[in-house]
């Protein structure tokens, strides 16, 4: 079965401070998509940023990046000078290729809070 | 362009009673979906549709009916609702399987 795993349910640091979200996932699968969502307390779901498994370069987008490591089935993200804003659930989510039901798995999240 | 939207953002059922949560995206998006969220758990796949015309079971469709007569809207439509409903519900769509999802504002609903 496919699962995502994120095993920080809370985190915590100070604004300005870098953090690292983990997640792990478990696929048989060679050809996937990888992302990271970010909800607010406006329940919104926003992308954050999106990772094709073939491609070797970590994503980048802005102060969001990624440690992708397909071997180990391991998808971080760092926040590089974390803001306030940036408070929310993150969720870190994975999609097959085709010959899926074209399901997103997702992972249970981490509260992230940035203190002033 | 108001991308998704999602009517009622809020709703109270009894128990047995039916009603229909509305999605519409002006994106032109062939990919649309639903999910429920429950708290402590990720966003689980209700069912999900490729095209007009075209649905598809995900994950916990039971209890749930989904129709797409046009690309743009894609109803949720709870038969006879039960206490387990309870949750957050979510509209997403996309270009296709492998671009972003954009979601909706969610629409949270309660059966007592």
């Known amino acids: 079965a496919q699962t995502v795993t994120q095993s920080q349910p809370e985190m915590s640091v100070q604004e300005a401070e870098t953090v690292t979200l983990s997640c792990t996932y478990d696929?048989?699968?060679?050809?996937?998509?990888l992302f990271w969502y970010k909800q607010p307390p406006s329940r919104q779901m926003i992308l954050v940023i999106r990772?094709?498994?073939?491609k070797q370069q970590n994503a980048t987008e802005n102060r969001f990046s990624v440690n992708f490591q397909k071997a180990a089935k391991s998808f971080s993200l760092k926040i590089s000078d974390s803001q306030l804003g940036d408070t929310a659930m993150y969720f870190c989510?994975?999609?097959?290729?085709?010959?899926?039901?074209?399901?997103?798995?997702w992972g249970a999240g981490t509260k992230l809070i940035i203190k002033p | 362009n108001a991308g998704v939207t999602q009517t009622p953002k809020f709703q109270v059922l009894k128990t047995g009673q039916s009603m229909t949560l509305q999605c519409a995206q002006d994106?032109?998006?062939?990919?649309m979906s639903w999910y429920r969220q429950d708290p402590g758990m990720g966003l689980r796949l209700i069912h999900y549709?490729?095209?007009?015309?075209?649905?598809d079971q995900g994950e916990v469709p039971n209890g749930y009916n989904v129709s797409r007569s046009t690309t743009e809207d894609f109803p949720l439509r709870l038969l006879s609702a039960a206490p387990s409903q309870t949750s957050v519900y979510f509209c997403?769509?996309?270009?296709?399987?492998?671009?972003?999802?954009?979601f909706g504002p969610g629409t949270r609903l309660l059966v007592l």
């Open positions: 997403a769509s996309s270009y296709s399987y492998s671009e972003t999802q954009y």
């Open positions: 994106m032109n998006h062939e990919y």
């Open positions: 549709s490729v095209g007009a015309g075209i649905t």
């Open positions: 696929t048989s699968e060679s050809n996937y998509y």
């Open positions: 990772q094709e498994a073939y």
């Open positions: 989510a994975f999609m097959i290729s085709p010959g899926s039901n074209y399901q997103l798995i």
